[in-house]
């Protein structure tokens, strides 16, 4: 199976530190999807960033930034000065370009943020 | 503002006892995902809908179904509630199931079976 390694299960860090979630993934197809998704304890996956294959730009949204290195399969995700309300589990996915189940979310197990005060 | 909505969001069911969960979407997407999720564990897809093509996951049981009556409404039957099925369960909405597509998320419906 193609997967996505997440090999952090926790981390905790204290407020304003900045921390680095990391996401190994494997894939045969040349064309593919990656996402990050925050799931805080309310239960919701929340939407946060999605890379194409053939984008090796590095994003930045305010405190959020990505760092896509296909040479590495790795896309992971930094957050500048954490605050308390970055607390929430963080998941890497991927995701084939076609139809069937290649077109499904491949989820990594995820990664627990805590943020102390 | 919600775009995909779960009903309810806490469900408590006896052992045996057939139960629907609910999950509607304001977005307009052709395709609707039911998911499983224990704690501490990625989710995990149970089935889709493109329209109202179904698509189930080869490990999916038979004890799960689902319907879905029109584009904005998709429902999740659990015929016989196991101890097993205790979990949340997240629907997602996604305009397409090839591509880039992002999928949306509902805030779940954390079932218990008693």
């Known amino acids: 199976a193609q997967k996505v390694t997440q090999a952090q299960t926790e981390i905790s860090v204290v407020e304003k530190e900045d921390v680095t979630l990391d996401c190994v993934y494997e894939?045969?197809?040349?064309?593919?999807?990656l996402f990050w998704y925050k799931q805080p304890p309310s239960g919701e996956l929340v939407f946060l960033i999605r890379?194409?294959?053939?984008?090796?730009q590095n994003e930045i949204s305010g405190r959020y930034s990505w760092n896509f290195q296909k040479s590495t399969s790795s896309f992971n995700f930094t957050i500048t000065a954490s605050q308390v309300v970055d607390s929430a589990v963080y998941f890497c996915?991927?995701?084939?370009?076609?139809?069937?189940?290649?077109?499904?979310?491949?989820f990594g197990k995820g990664t627990k943020l805590s943020v102390k005060p | 503002d919600a775009m995909v909505i779960q009903n309810p969001r806490y469900q408590v069911t006896q052992f045996g006892k057939p139960v629907t969960l609910s999950c509607s979407q304001t977005?307009?997407?052709?395709?609707m995902y039911w998911y499983q999720q224990k704690s501490s564990q990625a989710p995990k897809l149970l089935f889709h809908y493109y329209d109202k093509d179904f698509n189930n996951e080869a490990d999916t049981p038979d004890n799960f179904q689902s319907r879905r009556p029109n584009t904005s409404f998709c429902f999740l039957d659990i015929r016989s509630p196991g101890l097993g099925d205790a979990a949340m369960y997240l629907c997602?909405?996604?305009?397409?199931?090839?591509?880039?597509?992002?999928?949306?998320f509902g805030p779940g419906t954390r079932l218990t079976v008693t």
């Open positions: 890379r194409n294959s053939f984008d090796e």
């Open positions: 894939t045969r197809d040349t064309t593919y999807y």
């Open positions: 996915a991927r995701r084939g370009s076609y139809g069937g189940s290649q077109g499904n979310l491949i």
């Open positions: 997602a909405t996604s305009r397409d199931s090839q591509g880039g597509y992002e999928q949306y």
């Open positions: 977005l307009n997407h052709n395709v």
